[in-house]
């Protein structure tokens, strides 16, 4: 019998044996691990179904007291990814020519980046997320709770969907990002989180030769 004060439904999944919980979670290791940040893109369509379905599955993330904080804006109109890429190139070139200090300019070289990012207009789709600091209601404004921390889990559900449909993308964070509220025309209680551009890799596409930090330096059992 139930005697929570709030309605709950059965939840159960099949208990495994320890070899195919080691054989399932390692094929989902190595299926990850092959993910990288891709900046060059194909421009060939990708359905607008696969998207709807990759947003659905962000929003299946875990959020604070289920507030669910986010809002997913989906761009595909031609003008206002050209209208982005403007003004994320703006911002870049000042960051990259005035703001950025040496260390860190010195620790992105092995990355290739710098201002120019073609990839806002080349990728077929634009995925912008907003963090809902507080949400308005018909009755006023409501509070959500640990806003970062549940947008963050949304955006890694996101990225896993992304490539585990097949396609690429890459976490783009011009700074300050203001520019896409105004573009996007959002009220004032969200806020842009994460840029992600959505598509097929381009075929001549190069990501750098890079290692992940093995798993004793990122672990410890206690």
């Known amino acids: 019998m139930n005697d929570t004060p709030y309605k709950t439904v059965p939840y159960k999944r099949p208990i495994l044996s320890p070899e195919i919980l080691i054989e399932k979670s390692a094929e989902y290791y190595d299926f990850l691990n092959s993910r990288r940040s891709v900046r060059e893109f194909d421009d060939r369509d990708v359905p607008q179904e696969v998207i709807e379905n990759l947003i659905k599955t962000a929003s299946a993330a875990p959020s604070g007291a289920h507030k669910q904080p986010w809002q997913f804006v989906v761009v595909q109109?031609?003008?206002?990814?050209?209208?982005?890429?403007?003004?994320?190139?703006?911002?870049?070139?000042?960051?990259?020519?005035?703001?950025?200090?040496?260390?860190?300019?010195q620790d992105l070289a092995p990355l290739g980046t710098n201002w120019s990012k073609?990839?806002?207009?080349?990728?077929?789709?634009?995925?912008?997320?907003?963090?809902?600091?507080?949400?308005?209601?018909?009755?006023?404004?409501?509070?959500?709770?640990?806003?970062?921390?549940?947008?963050?889990?949304?955006?890694?559900?996101?990225?896993?969907?992304?490539?585990?449909?097949?396609?690429?993308?890459?976490?783009?964070?011009?700074?300050?990002?203001?520019?896409?509220?105004?573009?996007?025309?959002?009220?004032?209680?969200?806020?842009?989180?994460?840029?992600?551009?959505?598509?097929?890799?381009?075929?001549?596409?190069?990501v750098p030769d890079l290692q992940r930090k093995p798993l004793e330096e990122v672990c410890v059992f206690v």
């Not at 109109?77 to 070139?93: C, G, H, L």
């Not at 907003?130 to 921390?149: H, I, S």
């Open 77 to 105: 109109n031609k003008d206002v990814k050209k209208k982005i890429r403007a003004a994320a190139e703006a911002e870049e070139m000042d960051y990259y020519n005035n703001r950025a200090t040496e260390e860190w300019l």
């Open 118 to 206: 073609p990839f806002l207009e080349t990728a077929p789709w634009l995925i912008v997320v907003f963090k809902k600091v507080y949400d308005e209601l018909p009755e006023g404004r409501a509070k959500n709770y640990y806003v970062q921390e549940s947008v963050g889990i949304a955006s890694g559900f996101l990225i896993s969907a992304i490539h585990n449909a097949g396609l690429a993308t890459l976490t783009h964070t011009p700074s300050p990002m203001n520019f896409l509220s105004e573009i996007l025309e959002r009220p004032a209680n969200e806020k842009p989180f994460l840029l992600l551009p959505v598509g097929y890799s381009a075929s001549q596409a190069q």
